[in-house]
């Protein structure tokens, strides 16, 4: 991932030429395996049921006969111009590191739709949830379908990346370029928490996210430059789901306990530090993946799961 490994244009033109093909085989419809692919949610830290996994494994494979060598550019035009999550896979389980590249070449880092697809495909190429060899033989990791990637909005990207049992976090410029590492954590391919993996603060300076120290998940913050790392949490505890004030005064963060009674409140330097109450305790919530959001009209963070229960936080 250094300066120079990633020749954009030429792949934007493959990316052309793959997505010329997808379009212009309208003749071959009934022959596509897309319309039938099932349904992918793109979540980090969430790992494919061995089932879908042999769906999705069975499509790359179609995929393959149907279009040799150009069947993972072809799959990743596709993912680009619909969103379908399926094809993602698809395109990474069939070469992961071409549709990382064509990937890398559409992250522009200003956060929009389109800048969100390829960091989701980014994700889903370095997990490589689903993998096809050369002699067409299936492979399934026990990891997450996507790696967590995001964009500042101004021209900055983090994601991770899995090297043996261990997450490296790398800071970069759109494309991937000038890319540096701010952390390593200890953090196995199957391990998963609660709350999301990382967050950008308002001004997109800095950003929050869960690292692994001494086997428990601590807060780290880090400048855009990948400058200036601090752990915000104390070395006996352990907590997650990062966020933001909307001023980028305070982190806050829940512990991975379940029952626990008390969040943090942090400033990002790690300067002050505050309880919350958690109302009701840890592992008491409607979802298993619940979310810190801040809730301007009281201006405190809230705790809000996935099926949309906003439960408060006392300060």
Same mark, same amino acid.
């Given at each position: 991932? !250094?300066?120079?490994?990633?020749?954009?244009?030429?792949? &934007?033109?493959?990316?052309?030429?793959?997505?010329?093909?997808a379009?212009?085989?309208?003749?071959?419809?009934?022959?596509?395996?897309? %319309?039938?692919?099932?349904?992918?949610?793109?979540?980090?830290?969430?790992?494919?049921?061995a089932?879908?996994?042999? /769906? *999705?494994?069975?499509?790359?494979?179609? +995929?393959?006969?149907? /279009?040799?060598?150009?069947?993972?550019?072809?799959?990743?035009?596709?993912?680009?111009?619909?969103?379908?999550a399926?094809?993602?896979?698809?395109?990474?389980?069939?070469?992961?590191?071409?549709?990382?590249?064509?990937?890398?070449?559409?992250?522009?880092? @200003?956060?929009?739709?389109?800048?969100?697809?390829?960091?989701?495909?980014?994700?889903?190429?370095?997990?490589?949830?689903?993998?096809?060899?050369?002699?067409?033989?299936?492979?399934?990791?026990?990891g997450?379908?996507?790696?967590?990637?995001?964009?500042?909005?101004?021209?900055?990207v983090?994601?991770?990346?899995?090297?043996?049992?261990?997450?490296?976090?790398?800071l970069?410029?759109?494309?991937?370029?000038? &890319?540096?590492?701010? *952390?390593? !954590?200890?953090?196995?391919?199957?391990?998963? +928490?609660?709350?999301?993996?990382?967050?950008?603060?308002p001004?997109?300076?800095?950003?929050? +996210?869960?690292?692994?120290?001494?086997?428990?998940? /601590?807060?780290?913050?880090?400048?855009?430059?990948?400058?200036?790392l601090?752990?915000?949490?104390?070395?006996?505890e352990?907590?997650? %789901?990062?966020?933001? &004030?909307?001023?980028?005064?305070?982190?806050?963060?829940?512990?991975? !306990?379940?029952?626990?009674t008390?969040?943090w409140? @942090?400033?990002?330097?790690?300067?002050?530090? /505050?309880?919350?109450?958690?109302?009701?305790?840890?592992?008491e919530?409607p979802?298993?993946?619940?979310?810190?959001?801040?809730?301007?009209?009281?201006?405190?963070?809230?705790?809000?799961?996935?099926?949309?229960?906003?439960?408060?936080?006392?300060r």
């Amino acid at each position: 991932m !250094s300066r120079g490994v990633l020749p954009c244009r030429a792949l &934007s033109g493959l990316l052309i030429l793959a997505l010329a093909l997808a379009w212009g085989m309208g003749a071959r419809a009934e022959e596509q395996p897309a %319309d039938g692919l099932p349904a992918v949610e793109l979540a980090a830290g969430r790992p494919l049921e061995a089932s879908l996994a042999q /769906h *999705l494994s069975r499509a790359a494979l179609q +995929f393959q006969r149907l /279009h040799g060598s150009q069947a993972a550019a072809i799959a990743t035009a596709r993912y680009l111009a619909g969103g379908d999550a399926a094809l993602a896979v698809v395109a990474a389980a069939l070469d992961a590191d071409a549709t990382l590249r064509l990937a890398a070449c559409q992250i522009d880092g @200003t956060g929009s739709l389109s800048d969100g697809a390829a960091l989701r495909l980014l994700g889903v190429a370095l997990a490589r949830p689903v993998v096809v060899n050369a002699q067409g033989e299936v492979q399934l990791t026990l990891g997450p379908v996507m790696l967590p990637a995001a964009s500042n909005g101004r021209g900055r990207v983090a994601y991770w990346r899995q090297v043996g049992a261990r997450r490296e976090l790398r800071l970069a410029e759109p494309g991937l370029i000038a &890319s540096r590492l701010a *952390l390593v !954590s200890d953090e196995p391919p199957s391990a998963t +928490f609660p709350g999301r993996p990382m967050e950008w603060s308002p001004a997109g300076d800095a950003l929050a +996210f869960r690292g692994i120290r001494n086997g428990r998940p /601590h807060l780290y913050v880090v400048n855009a430059s990948g400058t200036d790392l601090r752990c915000l949490t104390p070395p006996r505890e352990a907590e997650c %789901d990062p966020c933001w &004030s909307p001023d980028g005064a305070w982190v806050a963060s829940v512990p991975v !306990s379940d029952g626990a009674t008390q969040g943090w409140l @942090t400033r990002p330097d790690g300067s002050e530090r /505050h309880p919350l109450t958690l109302v009701p305790p840890m592992g008491e919530y409607p979802d298993e993946t619940p979310r810190l959001i801040w809730d301007l009209p009281s201006n405190r963070p809230r705790y809000r799961s996935i099926a949309g229960t906003l439960l408060a936080i006392g300060r």
